[in-house]
């Protein structure tokens, strides 16, 4: 059961989400949902399903994918973490680790940290719903807070 102060930190990330408008991947809008939020440790985990079209010939996520996303749910996470206030992001680094079948549900489990630093620090795994120690794929983000 969530606590009073996770609902309401997981109804400020939706809100934020909504409000963004870059969770496109190749001009078709991703379907992703937050299912769980913690304000304390500063988290979210939101889940997807993979289609063939996320899927790169190598049969892992698709890299650009993982940076879209990683993007838009860290960036979401950080700027409710700090009240709304917006940052740019100074470094995105993204990594596919293993293949994965189309169909395959996938938790993206985003952690903030340094929130409230000049450089707030966030990184987002990707991982098999059915298997959460199954990594997919792995991404860093670094944003800055324009004065």
């Not at 973490?81 to 917006?86: C, D, E, I, P, W």
């Not at 100074?90 to 903030?112: F, G």
């Not at 620090?121 to 983000?141: D, G, I, Y």
Request: aromatic fraction near 6%; charged fraction near 15%.
């Amino acid at each position: 059961m969530e606590s009073t102060d996770d609902a309401k930190f997981k109804q400020l990330v939706i809100d934020t989400a909504d409000i963004k408008d870059s969770r496109y991947y190749r001009t078709a809008e991703l379907s992703a949902q937050v299912i769980s939020a913690s304000s304390a440790q500063q988290s979210i985990t939101v889940e997807l399903t993979a289609g063939a079209g996320e899927i790169c010939s190598a049969k892992c996520l698709d890299e650009g994918l993982v940076a879209t996303l990683a993007d838009f749910w860290t960036s979401t996470l950080i700027t409710a973490v700090n009240n709304g206030k917006g940052a740019v992001t100074t470094s995105l680094s993204v990594q596919a680790l293993k293949p994965i079948e189309p169909a395959t549900k996938i938790h993206i489990v985003c952690c903030a940290a340094g929130g409230s630093h000049l450089l707030p620090f966030a990184t987002a795994r990707f991982v098999s719903a059915n298997n959460p120690s199954n990594v997919l794929a792995t991404a860093t983000h670094t944003k800055y807070f324009r004065s």
